[in-house]
């Protein structure tokens, strides 16, 4: 891993890649040093961790220090001028508290199960 910030994804989940595609293009285009590593790729060995831990959240590494989930989310929009208010926002201690409820026991089990389904059926589509 070269850069200081780099975010770990599953470029195969539609709404993951959606997403952190919007992020790798707004940091290109604004000359941000963040890196993006798809989990299906050789850059997953870098991470020391397994394609089923990574596939189930987000995971961002910044300074050497590994976030997954919310943490992870903050971490990058704060190193992304346009989000950093969002971080702010969602860094709020009740926000984040909701914020990381929701993520963890709803919004990422479902997009897992999701890529489950994917996996097995072999179905590329959402």
Known sequence: MTT?????????????NAEICHYQ???????????????????????????DTAARR???????????GIPAFLVLWKEMPRYRMLGKLVGLPGIRHLASIGYDYILAPLIYRRH???QKSGNTAL
């Open 4 to 16: 200081e910030t780099r975010v770990l994804f599953n470029a195969d989940c539609p709404i993951c």
């Open 25 to 51: 293009a707004y940091a290109e285009d604004s000359g941000l040093e963040i890196g993006f590593d798809d989990l299906n790729s050789d850059a997953l060995a870098a991470w020391n961790i397994d394609a």
């Open 58 to 68: 987000l995971h961002v590494v910044h300074e050497g220090q590994v976030s997954a």
């Open 116 to 118: 489950l389904w994917r």
